[in-house]
């Protein structure tokens, strides 16, 4: 298959980190303008009260590495479609490797929201980690779908 096959699914637009608990790719690249905005962003949020905020040291150096890497890519070649297969291959992997550091602790970030409670009119603040956030949706839709699965097969026999 062709590389850029390979690259085409992961060069969306950046995650917006207003609920973002799907842990899409930050990096998500298509041309040297978009390396730019992307870049200010995704240092943006590594700052400690950011998404990425819970980085260590090491892995704030691993990124920096990785955006560095691909920076010198981009101020080769400004498109991706005008690249080498080599400058192709070198872009994804340095891209790849900054995603999995950026999204490896992204499940930890705390997400509070104001909600109103059942039987009162005062709102009460609850606050969960990404991750578990992500699992109470996966756990719903999966009830849904059994649920629904049941409903089915109770009409058809």
Do not use: W
Request: hydrophobic share 35%.
């Amino acid at each position: 298959m062709k590389l850029g096959l390979y690259l085409s699914p992961l060069l969306f637009a950046i995650a917006q980190c207003a609920f973002a608990a799907k842990t899409e790719a930050p990096l998500q690249l298509k041309s040297k303008t978009d390396f730019d905005t992307t870049v200010a962003h995704v240092r943006a949020e590594m700052k400690p009260d950011g998404r990425f905020g819970k980085l260590s040291d090491s892995e704030r150096e691993s990124v920096e590495g990785d955006l560095k890497a691909m920076s010198a890519l981009f101020d080769k070649t400004p498109e991706i479609s005008a690249m080498s297969a080599d400058d192709k291959r070198a872009l994804f992997n340095a891209q790849e490797a900054a995603n999995a550091t950026l999204l490896k602790r992204d499940g930890d970030r705390l997400i509070c929201t104001k909600e109103m409670r059942s039987g009162t009119h005062f709102p009460v603040t609850n606050c969960r980690t990404a991750r578990d956030i992500e699992k109470q949706r996966n756990d719903s839709q999966e009830v849904m779908r059994r649920n629904q699965s049941q409903q089915n097969m109770m009409k058809g026999g």
